[in-house]
């Protein structure tokens, strides 16, 4: 996931209900003293003002991309996780592109513990998150077609 700031919506929450994840958070500026001390947790790795090669780098490793920064998408961010084969899951108020999305990948912030459940499920399931990954690329696709259609 990539953040501006602190503004990540329920980033507290997911890394303390997630100790098994590792979450990289990438930033394209300095980062606040709220997001540095976050970064104190074992299973938090900040990084601010992240260059190219770190970025390719974190998304080789990844397999999730969270989407749930308020500020504006760096770096084409969720078209790379695509690329990338990342499974991507956001909040409603966060994501920044909604309809690349799976429906099973988008949670209102209230519901913030079913995306916990969902990813541990997913984590211990590596058919599961195939699955996901196949629906993913065909919203895709499907997305593609149809504005090549439309030329």
């Not at 979450?23 to 540095?36: E, G, P, Y």
């Not at 500020?71 to 690329?83: G, K, L, S």
């Not at 909040?91 to 099973?104: A, D, Q, R, Y």
Request: net charge negative; glycine share 2%; hydrophobic share 40%.
């Amino acid at each position: 996931m990539f953040g501006q700031d602190d503004q990540i919506e329920r980033i507290e929450d997911l890394t303390s209900e997630l100790p098994e994840m590792t979450f990289h958070i990438a930033a394209n500026t300095s980062v606040s003293d709220k997001l540095n001390q976050l970064g104190e947790r074992e299973n938090v790795n900040i990084y601010p003002c992240v260059s190219r090669e770190k970025l390719d780098e974190l998304w080789n490793r990844c397999d999730f991309y969270l989407d749930v920064n308020h500020w504006r998408e760096i770096y084409d961010a969720v078209n790379v996780a695509h690329q990338n084969n990342l499974l991507v899951m956001g909040f409603e108020n966060t994501m920044h592109h909604p309809e690349l999305l799976v429906k099973g990948c988008k949670f209102l912030t209230q519901d913030y513990k079913k995306m916990v459940l969902v990813i541990k499920y997913v984590m211990k399931s590596p058919e599961l998150m195939q699955k996901l990954l196949l629906v993913q690329q065909r919203k895709k696709k499907a997305i593609w077609k149809e504005i090549l259609k439309e030329e």
